[in-house]
């Protein structure tokens, strides 16, 4: 397995035990930003910028100054704009999807069965 594949393995696990740690603390939702909300956005810059240097090595392309601080800014923003300017286009929008959808399976998924888990009356009264 590639470097790179396993650090978005690593993402989506690091995503996951985020949402499961909010259902077990906030069920209902933090008032505000927590501890895990700060763990959680610091983690997924980190992930999201060495991934996209793992998949740059990977391609034999260089990273843009543009994608670079894009990333750290907002990650959705920066990856697309790497994704853009080291692939054809409907390779990056194909790729794009990929990425972003799946993390926000993993973490849709994560949260329902985490909150089936921990409050399985109030899950069946939702489902």
């Known amino acids: 397995m590639r470097k790179r594949n396993l650090i978005y393995l690593a993402l989506t696990v690091f995503i996951s035990i985020g949402v499961?740690?909010?259902?077990?603390f906030w069920p209902y939702g933090a008032s505000g930003m927590t501890w895990?909300?700060?763990v959680q956005l610091i983690g997924i810059l980190f992930l999201a910028y060495w991934w996209q240097a793992e998949d740059a090595i990977v391609l034999g392309k260089e990273r843009s100054t543009l994608s670079k601080v894009m990333t750290l800014l907002f990650v959705p923003a920066g990856l697309a704009i790497y994704?853009?300017?080291?692939r054809k286009w409907p390779n990056a929008l194909a790729a794009l999807a990929l990425f972003l959808g799946g993390i926000v399976a993993v973490a849709y998924l994560t949260g329902m069965a985490a909150?089936?888990?921990?409050?399985?009356g109030e899950a069946r009264q939702i489902l």
Do not use: R, S
């Open 36 to 38: 895990n909300d700060f």
């Open 83 to 86: 994704l853009f300017q080291t």
């Open 115 to 120: 909150f089936m888990l921990m409050f399985p």
């Open 20 to 24: 499961v740690l909010d259902v077990i």
